[in-house]
């Protein structure tokens, strides 16, 4: 038999590696470890509340580059949007802005002296009770957050496609019963940036 005619070498050194299994779930993961190290743990929430921990922070870290883009900031948005939604004339008082947007009236008064600065707000006394202060959406101020909101919103539902209509429906139930049941059992229903005060 010529050296031609022999069988290919299979020595171990000499065969392709065998493919690597894929990486487990890190989420379950953790949850394994923590049961492994400490029996007893409930480990149920992992599943849940990790994975919304970091959805939360790629999805803020992407829509923080969307607006980068569009030159405005979050807080910017938030109070241009709160303005628009609420139709013509897009006023609201400073109170009812911050009732609308979950903050502090601190947090408004440098929202929207910020948005006047930048010449997309307006502000005005307020007919009637004192020191009452109006808030107006100027049309520089309509237009940057009518082109913002649509490069947002369609950019987050781009990434909400790798789920059906049916199940983006049911999870969105899913997320609202969760978010009221939780908001009632730590009796505070502020919504702020994720890891803030």
């Not at 049911?170 to 005060?197: A, F, K, N, P, Y």
């Given at each position: 038999?010529?050296?031609?005619?022999?069988?290919?070498?299979?020595?171990?050194?000499?065969?392709?590696?065998?493919?690597?299994?894929?990486?487990?779930?890190?989420?379950?993961?953790?949850?394994?470890?923590?049961?492994?190290?400490?029996?007893?743990?409930?480990?149920?929430?992992?599943?849940?509340?990790?994975?919304?921990?970091?959805?939360?922070?790629?999805?803020?870290?992407?829509?923080?580059?969307?607006?980068?883009?569009?030159?405005?900031?979050?807080?910017?948005?938030?109070?241009?949007?709160?303005?628009?939604?609420?139709?013509?004339?897009?006023?609201?008082?400073t109170r009812e802005?911050?009732?609308?947007?979950?903050v502090t009236a601190?947090?408004?008064?440098?929202?929207?002296?910020?948005?006047?600065?930048?010449?997309?707000?307006?502000?005005?006394?307020?007919?009637?009770?004192?020191?009452?202060?109006?808030?107006?959406?100027?049309?520089?101020?309509?237009?940057?957050?009518?082109?913002?909101?649509?490069?947002?919103?369609?950019?987050?539902?781009?990434?909400?496609?790798g789920l059906t209509?049916?199940?983006?429906?049911?999870?969105?139930?899913?997320?609202?019963?969760?978010?009221?049941?939780?908001?009632?059992?730590?009796?505070?229903?502020?919504?702020?940036?994720?890891?803030?005060?």
């Open positions: 038999m010529t050296a031609a005619d022999q069988p290919p070498d299979r020595s171990p050194h000499l065969t392709e590696p065998a493919p690597q299994a894929a990486p487990a779930d890190p989420v379950a993961a953790i949850a394994a470890a923590w049961e492994r190290e400490r029996p007893g743990t409930p480990v149920s929430s992992i599943g849940i509340v990790t994975p919304i921990w970091r959805l939360a922070k790629l999805l803020g870290d992407d829509r923080r580059r969307v607006l980068a883009r569009a030159g405005i900031d979050a807080a910017t948005l938030d109070l241009l949007s709160v303005l628009r939604r609420q139709g013509p004339p897009y006023t609201l008082s802005l911050g009732e609308r947007s979950l601190g947090a408004v008064s440098q929202r929207v002296a910020r948005a006047e600065r930048d010449g997309l707000v307006t502000r005005a006394p307020g007919a009637g009770r004192p020191r009452t202060v109006q808030v107006t959406l100027t049309e520089a101020g309509h237009a940057l957050v009518e082109s913002t909101v649509d490069q947002v919103l369609t950019r987050e539902a781009d990434l909400l496609t209509d049916a199940q983006q429906r049911e999870l969105t139930e899913l997320l609202r019963l969760l978010l009221s049941d939780v908001q009632r059992r730590l009796g505070d229903d502020r919504i702020t940036h994720v890891g803030q005060e």
